[in-house]
């Protein structure tokens, strides 16, 4: 089965670097998402891709982060100035029609950013 | 803002034993998700929920959503050690996020 994956697994770094976390969502995708996990809290929103733009964002996806689609696989989330409050499990997720066709999304198994 | 609750947030039940994890959400929506998590992985689909009155069945694993009493259930029947896992649901009010229950974290003792 087609699966979105992520890199890299786990992605330590010192507060106040910058971030690239890379994924590449099923190919046949065409909406993207990114939420995050802090470790054994819920799950939460991040941003909402689609057609080249950010179609929704939470409150939590502030002026540091940015996504992109670099090219015609990649889907990006990059975290200007890390602070530690950023250390948490990142995940991306694609899926093929977007929300009104009621659709799942797919996820991909998350990265690991631990800030120091 | 949308809330969704989960209940119980642990459960530790014995190989063979049926029980009910329950969903509960603020504001209207059809659409109601759950998922699985594994130690230190993704999330994993297990149920998609779209109308009132849905039941869907998985193995030992059934989850049916009441839109009225914005109320979703997860039954687990007989339960094994392999359903031991992070049980969430989601709820998708009219945008395009997720937002999530805390979890259930389901532990299956033999």
């Known amino acids: 089965e087609p699966e979105v994956t992520q890199t890299p697994s786990h992605q330590v770094t010192q507060m106040g670097q910058e971030v690239i976390l890379r994924c590449v969502p099923i190919s046949n995708h065409l909406y993207f998402y990114w939420y995050r996990q802090i470790l054994g809290q819920k799950v939460e929103f991040l941003v909402s891709?689609?057609?080249?733009?950010?179609?929704?964002k939470s409150e939590i996806f502030d002026d540091q982060f940015s996504v992109e689609r670099p090219d015609g696989s990649n889907f990006t989330l990059k975290i200007r100035s890390t602070k530690l409050e950023d250390s948490a499990m990142y995940f991306c997720a694609s899926s093929e029609w977007g929300p009104e066709a009621n659709e799942k999304l797919f996820f991909g198994s998350g990265t690991q950013l631990s800030v120091l | 803002e949308l809330k969704v609750e989960q209940n119980p947030l642990f459960l530790s039940m014995q190989e063979g034993k049926n029980y009910t994890i329950y969903c509960n959400y603020s504001t209207t929506s059809d659409r109601l998700y759950w998922y699985r998590q594994d130690p230190g992985k993704s999330l994993e689909s297990l149920f998609v929920?779209?109308?009132?009155?849905a039941v869907k069945q998985e193995g030992r694993l059934m989850a049916s959503l009441d839109t009225k009493a914005r109320l979703s259930t997860l039954h687990i029947t007989a339960a094994v050690h392999d359903l031991s896992a992070t049980y969430f649901c989601?709820?998708?009010?009219?945008?395009?996020?997720?937002?999530f229950g805390k979890g259930t974290k389901l532990t299956v003792n033999p």
């Open positions: 891709f689609y057609n080249n733009e950010i179609s929704e």
């Open positions: 929920l779209l109308s009132n009155g």
């Open positions: 989601a709820v998708e009010p009219v945008s395009e996020k997720l937002v």
